[in-house]
């Protein structure tokens, strides 16, 4: 592919953008495994940010999170074994709490000596269960005590009625998490990759114009009535004469939210995608609505239509890996990519703020509105 190299004001290269190198963001709550995949006395393994993991649940279910190798000589956490309050390495039989990871026992010890135990850690990360999830708080690739005193609570899906049914999906991306970020948030690829006669082509590719405005950490689509031609938009406005309006929010380092309201019905969701490699990530996609529960197609959106959509954003994003191989090619175009591009430039504060401990600058000033054809 040829690309005129003259400058210009809305384009932009790898080497133009700061934090856009795959970097994985430290100071975060990310989704480690789903809830039932973490059972009582069961050590489970999982990797976050390149980070071995091994989780498990205490007496009272309460998750924990260890980081996966033994102080003592490096031998892999998950093999051993786990009481309901200590991990046991299988190799000497150190034992760790299971929350802390601090070391409470070295059986090879005799009664004299002057070793303290308790000095010794085992990584640990900040582990909570939320929306059928098991959260680590990923505070550094240590898994050393965050330093800044009390850390966030994990982000929440809104809700917004005491009963509601709730469903999730998940996806491998085999691309850096920017890459899978940016795919997230991309409006001009649907026309292209989600082509389906009941949905959108080529033909139906029109003007449009959004509003946007900083929110902490992030960025908002200010509310707006949904897109005519989305599906949920399709039945709501079957069932409710009321106007519904859409919401959708992009939160550092990886959370995209998004809201469907009229009247008393709504549909919320949250997409997070997460660096599992340098090279792979994780789609979770978590959906709960109050639209009618017994209503067949609401079901048929989440199990029919949700899981083809991931299947057709994994098949691109497998197809784009053949050739990011060879080139880590990135051209962000005004408007449709000014939603990547700040979400670089919100990394990049992000990063600046770490490093100088100032508070971080947002990108955006203000409301702006942005205009593409999709
Ligand atoms: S390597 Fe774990 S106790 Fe020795
Ligand atoms: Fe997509």
Redesign the pocket.
């Known amino acids: 592919m040829y690309y005129d190299s003259r400058p210009r004001m809305n384009e932009s290269t790898p080497q133009k953008l700061a934090g856009s190198s795959g970097e994985m963001l430290w100071g975060f709550w990310y989704p480690a495994l789903r809830s039932n995949q973490v059972r009582r006395r069961k050590l489970v393994r999982a990797t976050l940010l390149e980070v071995p993991m091994v989780l498990g649940r205490d007496a009272g279910g309460k998750p924990f999170a260890l980081r996966d190798v033994?102080?003592?000589?490096?031998?892999p956490?998950s093999f051993?074994h786990f009481d309901d309050t200590s991990v046991e390495?299988?190799?000497?039989?150190?034992q760790f709490d299971a929350h802390t990871g601090q070391c409470r026992h070295?059986p090879s010890l005799t009664a004299d000596s002057k070793l303290r135990c308790d000095r010794i850690y085992a990584g640990s990360f900040p582990s909570e269960e939320r929306d059928g999830y098991i959260w680590a708080f990923m505070s550094n690739p240590e898994g050393r005590a965050p330093a800044l005193g009390p850390i966030p609570p994990p982000p929440e899906l809104p809700t917004f009625s005491p009963h509601y049914k709730i469903a999730r999906l998940a996806a491998d991306l085999p691309c850096s998490v920017d890459h899978g970020i940016i795919g997230l948030m991309d409006p001009a690829h649907g026309p292209f990759v989600h082509q389906a006669w009941w949905w959108r082509s080529r033909q139906s590719i029109r003007d449009k114009a959004k509003q946007f405005e900083p929110i902490p950490n992030g960025f908002r689509m200010s509310p707006h009535p949904p897109s005519a031609n989305s599906a949920p938009y399709k039945i709501l406005k079957l069932i409710t004469s009321e106007p519904a309006t859409t919401t959708i929010d992009f939160v550092l380092p990886n959370q995209r939210f998004e809201q469907i309201r009229a009247g008393k019905y709504w549909l919320s969701s949250r997409t997070t995608v997460t660096p599992i490699r340098r090279d792979l990530c994780r789609l979770d996609f978590v959906a709960a609505w109050n639209v009618l529960p017994w209503f067949p197609i609401v079901w048929f959106i989440l199990h029919v239509l949700g899981p083809r959509f991931i299947r057709q954003d994994t098949a691109v994003i497998e197809k784009q890996s053949l050739g990011l191989e060879h080139e880590d090619r990135m051209m962000l175009v005004d408007d449709a990519d000014r939603q990547a591009r700040w979400y670089f430039e919100l990394k990049a504060a992000h990063l600046e703020s770490q490093r100088t401990g100032q508070p971080m600058h947002h990108p955006i000033a203000g409301p702006v509105t942005l205009r593409w054809r999709s």
């Open positions: 033994c102080p003592h000589r490096a031998f956490l051993g390495c299988a190799y000497h039989g150190w070295i």
